[in-house]
């Protein structure tokens, strides 16, 4: 797990973006397993990345077909439901008078925020990417949302490649890596005990004002 911290605009969803090829750099190179990413078919790139961001894209469709749109090809109604328990979504889903044949509306404006990021996050989990985009997944939820959606993020990272962009640092403090990112570049990165523990540091005085904020 990688995780990109930073303040507001420093360039830490410009990652994200670079990544899924919304656009490409005008300098540098991204490779993925030492191949540059131009050299991928763009459909297949994106088929092995799973995105949830902080407003999920949901169609005017049913809950099922939101989730199922994540997987190429047939989907089992077994695939769908463990998909949604994973992403803690079953019991709210089971609890609608229309259960899986519940219409989100236009962008799921029947759902709740919470309800909304299970649904995004159960649709990466049966497309079971290789590597899974968290752009500030919960930074629009409620503390209780958070938690239960934070829980189901933590079981989809296991095994997974895996970049974070969170606004809550206690999110990512056991990060493989977290990096800084200031003005579009890299400032800082390291374990969170190394970087904590740098004077003055940038990594350092956000976990301070996040504190102070909290």
Same mark, same amino acid.
């Given at each position: 797990?990688?995780? !990109?911290?930073?303040?507001?605009?420093?360039?830490?969803?410009?990652?994200?973006?670079?990544?899924?090829?919304? &656009?490409?750099?005008?300098?540098?190179?991204?490779?993925?397993?030492?191949?540059?990413? #131009?050299?991928?078919?763009?459909?297949?790139?994106?088929? #092995?990345?799973?995105?949830?961001?902080?407003?999920?894209?949901?169609?005017?469709?049913?809950?099922?077909?939101?989730?199922? &749109?994540?997987? #190429?090809? /047939?989907?089992?109604?077994?695939? +769908?439901? /463990?998909? =949604?328990?994973? /992403?803690?979504?079953?019991?709210?889903?089971?609890?609608? *008078?229309?259960?899986?044949?519940?219409?989100?509306?236009?962008?799921?404006?029947?759902?709740?925020?919470? #309800?909304?990021?299970?649904? =995004?996050?159960?649709?990466?989990? +049966?497309?079971? *990417?290789?590597? !899974?985009? !968290?752009?500030? /997944?919960?930074s629009a939820l409620d503390a209780e949302s958070e938690r239960v959606v934070q829980d189901a993020l933590d079981r989809v990272m296991v095994n997974r490649s895996t970049i974070v962009i969170a606004h809550r640092l206690s999110t990512i403090q056991g990060?493989?890596?977290?990096?800084?990112?200031?003005?579009? =570049?890299?400032?800082?990165?390291?374990?969170?005990?190394?970087?904590?523990?740098?004077?003055?540091?940038? &990594?350092?005085?956000?976990?301070?004002?996040?504190?102070?904020?909290?």
């Amino acid at each position: 797990t990688v995780a !990109l911290v930073g303040e507001s605009g420093s360039g830490k969803s410009t990652v994200i973006s670079l990544l899924e090829r919304f &656009y490409d750099p005008d300098s540098g190179h991204i490779l993925l397993d030492g191949v540059e990413i #131009q050299k991928f078919q763009l459909k297949w790139l994106r088929q #092995q990345m799973g995105l949830v961001s902080q407003e999920p894209v949901l169609f005017n469709d049913t809950i099922r077909a939101n989730i199922a &749109y994540g997987k #190429q090809g /047939a989907v089992t109604e077994k695939e +769908i439901i /463990a998909a =949604a328990q994973a /992403a803690n979504a079953h019991q709210f889903i089971s609890g609608l *008078p229309e259960g899986y044949d519940t219409n989100v509306g236009e962008r799921g404006v029947q759902l709740s925020g919470g #309800q909304k990021q299970r649904i =995004a996050i159960a649709r990466a989990i +049966i497309k079971d *990417p290789k590597i !899974l985009l !968290l752009d500030e /997944a919960t930074s629009a939820l409620d503390a209780e949302s958070e938690r239960v959606v934070q829980d189901a993020l933590d079981r989809v990272m296991v095994n997974r490649s895996t970049i974070v962009i969170a606004h809550r640092l206690s999110t990512i403090q056991g990060a493989d890596l977290i990096a800084v990112v200031q003005n579009g =570049a890299i400032a800082e990165k390291g374990r969170h005990e190394v970087l904590i523990g740098m004077k003055d540091g940038l &990594y350092a005085s956000l976990v301070a004002l996040h504190k102070s904020s909290s």
